[in-house]
């Protein structure tokens, strides 16, 4: 009875299971990826995203004041303040004065310091140093901190990636620099392969079976084998290291895939509409622009999300035709390289900016994927 037509299978628990762990799969990292961009380098280094919500031990590193800052009381030189520079003074645990021992000490307690004198620390940061003779050494005495730190979430690290000219993770010249490249790659091979998919599809003309052989046949044509020919050919004509020549190479590797798609919709459109536009006067061209491109909106918004979210991400091609040693044309997936390269260590910056990268693709793919299941099927159903 399984096998009659409107009844359920018994295997839909297991379909639907399959479906929401390839959901939650894909969600995890881009979750984990948000959180931590607003989360601080201690946080980030102490634990995991998960737990961003809830208070954490964390190992604080921080300075008394300096020897400049010291007073005379009686026989005595003494300095006092908070080791705590901002307003959130979470309560101290341990402490300790040296990286070897760094819970040597509660609250409370005092420490013999190396140089002489006395450091003692209350729970709530407060610090006392005191000693016979005057201090002489310049930096104030690191002090290591354990305690319970409160979640902490910042908008530093957005501003420090996207409007902070200063420093080289400012990456709003890159996100500029990509749309340029994105959105001329991602329209030029929609017009192009709209045009010769409509061709393909429904105009005879000698050769037309070995043009779509030959389309199928560059989808399998891998990229790597064309970069060096067609950037020497680029470097020739003179649009080797500019725009021209990454969207001319974006728009020849997208193509096939496009008239593929493209063509394959437009074949499984009816017949009798096209055939009653020509009867009724109607030129090839009308027919194009005023029915088949309204009909295949589907299909030019499944290419479309395909080519955006390659053309955003990609490293590769805009590596090689995009040769600028001023930082004029570079663009996102290349200054995360560079941060990468140069502040590794700064993990919250890493993914703030990663985060900043993907914004873009997921509001392009929400936005439009209700049409990629449509256009993805295209042609396979009569």
């Known amino acids: ?14 379909v639907h299971i399959s479906v929401a762990v390839l959901v939650i799969a894909w969600l995890l990292p881009t979750v984990g990826l948000f959180v931590s961009s607003f989360r ?39 300095i006092e303040g908070q080791i705590f520079e901002s307003e959130a003074r979470p309560e101290i645990q341990t402490w300790g004065i040296s990286s070897r021992a760094v819970d040597a000490f509660i609250p409370g307690d005092s420490a013999e310091l190396r140089g002489g004198g006395i450091f003692t620390l209350d729970v709530d940061g407060t610090y006392r140093i005191e000693n016979t003779e005057p201090f002489d050494v310049s930096r104030g005495q690191r002090v290591f901190i354990t305690a319970e730190v409160p979640p902490e979430f910042t908008l530093n690290n957005y501003y420090t990636v996207v409007f902070d000219p200063n420093n080289i993770e400012g990456m709003s ?3 500029i620099n990509t749309l340029t490249v994105t959105i001329p790659a991602t329209i030029i091979p929609i017009l192009i392969a709209a045009f010769a998919a409509y061709a393909l599809a429904w105009m005879e003309f000698p050769g037309r079976a070995l043009l779509i052989a ?28 500019g725009y021209i020549g990454v969207w001319l190479a974006h728009t020849g590797f997208g193509m096939p895939m496009a ?19 020509r009867v009724d006067g109607a030129t090839e061209f009308q027919i194009f622009i005023k029915i088949i491109l309204p009909l295949s909106f ?15 991400n990609d490293l590769l091609v805009s590596l090689v035709f995009l040769i600028d040693s001023t930082g004029e ?20 910056i890493l993914a703030t900016a990663a985060f900043v990268s993907i914004i873009v693709p997921l509001i392009v793919f929400f936005a439009m994927q209700k049409y990629l299941v449509r256009g993805m099927l295209a042609g396979s159903v009569k």
Not at 1 to 14: P, V
Not at 259 to 277: F, K, Q, S, T
Not at 334 to 342: A, F, P, S
């Open 173 to 175: 010249k890159a996100f």
């Open 329 to 348: 044309t570079t663009v996102m997936t290349k200054q995360i390289v560079e941060i990468l390269g140069t502040r590794g260590g700064n993990w919250e």
């Open 40 to 78: 601080t380098a201690d946080q980030i280094a102490t634990s995991g995203w998960w737990k961003a919500l809830f208070s954490q031990e964390q190992t604080l590193s921080l300075r008394a004041a300096p020897a400049e800052e010291q007073v005379q009381v009686g026989n005595l030189y003494v």
């Open 1 to 14: 009875m399984n096998n009659i037509a409107g009844t359920k299978s018994s295997l839909t628990w297991a």
């Open 259 to 277: 008239i593929y798609l493209l063509r394959n919709y437009m074949v499984g459109l009816p017949r009798d509409i096209i055939e009653n536009a």
């Open 298 to 312: 589907p299909a030019l918004a499944s290419f479309a999300i395909f080519q955006f979210l390659w053309t955003w």
């Open 214 to 241: 030959a389309v199928v046949g560059l989808l399998v044509v891998p990229l790597q084998l064309a970069l060096i020919p067609l950037l020497k050919f680029h470097n020739d004509i003179g649009i080797g290291k």
